[in-house]
């Protein structure tokens, strides 16, 4: 039998995913049973874990409160969108949540000071840490 890896517990609510299966799509996702928080699905059990697992990982902090996001997704316009915790700011939608990933990262990243330009510009009302 295959050894699968281990799945992280839900970043939103500490309980352990379960492995959900599509039979007719022949897709696999991991979602908790709590607060319903998952991941995208995938064709394999390995994929799905991986999936899950990137999206529960520490990402970068919020560069206005040092707030950590929360991936959100947008049933209307059937995207995705990290949103900070702490100050409720927000990055772009985006059709994938690896982009809404990429996305949260480039707009926080400490020390690039054109990105802390370009942050400050976007939400000139909100308190920004220096650099």
């Known amino acids: 039998m295959e050894q699968l890896p281990k799945a992280v517990p839900c970043s939103e609510c500490g309980t352990e995913p379960e492995m959900r299966h599509d039979e007719k799509r022949g ?3 991991l979602a908790c049973p709590n607060c319903k928080y998952h991941a995208d699905p995938f064709y394999t059990k390995r994929g799905a874990i991986f999936r899950w ?17 929360k991936l959100r997704y947008s049933k209307l316009r059937d995207m995705w969108l990290f949103q900070c915790r702490g100050c409720g700011w927000r ?5 994938t949540v690896q982009g809404a990933m990429t996305g ?18 976007r939400y000139k009302g909100m308190v920004t840490k220096p650099l």
């Open 53 to 69: 697992n990137k999206i529960n990982e520490v990402h970068r902090e919020c560069l206005g409160c040092s707030g950590q996001p």
């Open 91 to 95: 990055e772009h939608l985006s059709h």
């Open 104 to 121: 949260w990262h480039r707009a926080n990243e400490k020390g690039n000071c054109h990105t802390h330009m370009l942050w400050h510009e």
């Open 27 to 29: 897709l696999f996702m």
